[in-house]
């Protein structure tokens, strides 16, 4: 999300009248590459870019094809094939081995694939976008898109449509992106669906001098960031320029925030008295991540005291909450722990249990195992837990 943050907040300062622009989006990998479907580039006819497709070796090549793009205001695909470094058109060799699929659009006033990245830069919950990239058939040219919300009609659709829609229902099920091909009346069509997520809103309870690395390091990953504590001489504008901060005594957490599907804690106050009860207000909710600061045996008194007062948790309560917070990376300083911390919660969004790449038996990103096409998997399923003031 931090991607699409910085590419619409470039739209939102080109100067139309004197420039013209292109997005750039990687809409099906086979075999292996730097970044995986859904990555964009957006690209202004002055040689400058926000985003990226590669790890920088195709960028240079795409913002010249994306000139073309820009002149003819046709949409274009691009093929990079990286399989075999010593036969490479660019004239380097990549290593990635794989075969890079990439929508180039124009951005006119009659089509402007950003206009949807608007919309779904303003939505809080997960939502689907289709993009067609390849067709022959007449009535989904390349560069037509199709958002499914839950305020679509469907009364009017083509049965082409209709079966688009059906694919990103499906996608928002399974939580994965990919590329699939339709046929219609004879005809193909290569379709990119793609699902998106909403940023991370991450609550850090407590406004303590550690807290602003965790606070910075969450902000430049694109992620909401609100600072609560109950002593306001704490909650000070200039340690947290990125941050709402929010006054927020123990006994009203609950009235004080907002907890969505993406939504974590972290609890780093300093004060053991009101971590705890910041726990057993956010317990009843629907919050995925909690985070304990502290040692081990912190977190222990935590859970006594708890169940001394009646309250059980639960095996999914275990499982959401972290204590002690963090990835064991050896941090020591206030910004290796703060590493740490954003690093785990990461994990924890993505699904993934971290650890090193080098020991992961499969390849890095999802791929389907008989076409080596790449997915990306971008939600971690919600179980069903105890609901609050969510």
Not at 219 to 246: K, M, R, Y
Not at 300 to 307: A, I, Q, T, Y
Request: with cysteine; net charge negative; charged share 25%.
């Amino acid at each position: 999300m931090n991607e699409l943050t910085k590419i619409v907040e470039a739209y939102q300062k080109t100067d139309f009248e004197k420039q013209r622009a292109a997005l750039a989006t990687v809409v099906r990998v086979l075999g292996s590459s730097y970044r995986s479907p859904g990555a964009r580039m957006y690209i202004t006819d002055d040689g400058r870019w926000v985003g990226s497709i590669s790890g920088g070796c195709l960028e240079g090549d795409a913002l010249r094809k994306a000139r073309k793009v820009m002149e003819s205001g046709i949409p274009q695909m691009i093929t990079y094939d990286t399989m075999d470094d010593d036969n490479n058109s660019l004239g380097v060799g990549l290593g990635c081995n794989g075969i890079i699929h990439i929508l180039l659009e124009p951005i006119r006033y009659d089509h402007n694939p950003i206009d949807f990245l608007l919309s779904i830069y303003k939505e809080e919950k997960v939502t689907s976008l289709a993009t067609v990239f390849e067709s022959d058939f007449e009535g989904l040219e390349v560069g037509a898109k199709f958002w499914l919300t839950e305020n679509t009609d469907l009364t009017n659709t083509t049965p082409a449509e209709k079966e688009i829609y059906t694919s990103l229902s499906k996608a928002m099920e399974t939580n994965s992106a990919e590329a699939k091909e339709f046929a219609f009346e004879g005809k193909r069509s290569h379709v990119f669906i793609e699902v998106f997520q909403p940023p991370i809103d991450l609550l850090i309870f407590g406004g303590g001098y550690d807290a602003q690395p965790v606070a910075n390091f969450a902000h430049q990953l694109g992620w909401n960031v609100t600072i609560l504590d109950e002593c306001v001489a704490h909650l000070i504008p200039i340690n947290f320029p990125n941050a709402q901060l929010s006054g927020c005594q123990r006994h009203e957490v609950t009235t004080n925030i907002n907890v969505k599907p993406f939504s974590a804690a972290v609890l780093m106050s300093h004060n053991y008295y009101y971590d705890m009860e910041v726990l057993k207000q956010l317990l009843p909710t629907s919050i995925q991540y909690i985070g304990i600061l502290g040692p081990k045996k912190k977190g222990d008194k935590m859970f006594e005291e708890l169940s001394s007062d009646g309250i059980e948790l639960t095996s999914m309560d275990h499982n959401r909450i972290h204590n002690p917070i963090g990835l064991d990376i050896g941090a020591d300083t206030p910004e290796e722990i703060a590493f740490s911390i954003i690093a785990e919660i990461k994990a924890k969004f993505s699904s993934r249990s971290s650890g090193f790449l080098k020991y992961k038996t499969g390849p890095i990103h999802d791929k389907d195992p008989k076409s080596g096409e790449v997915f990306k998997q971008v939600y971690i399923n919600t179980p069903e837990i105890k609901t609050g003031n969510a």
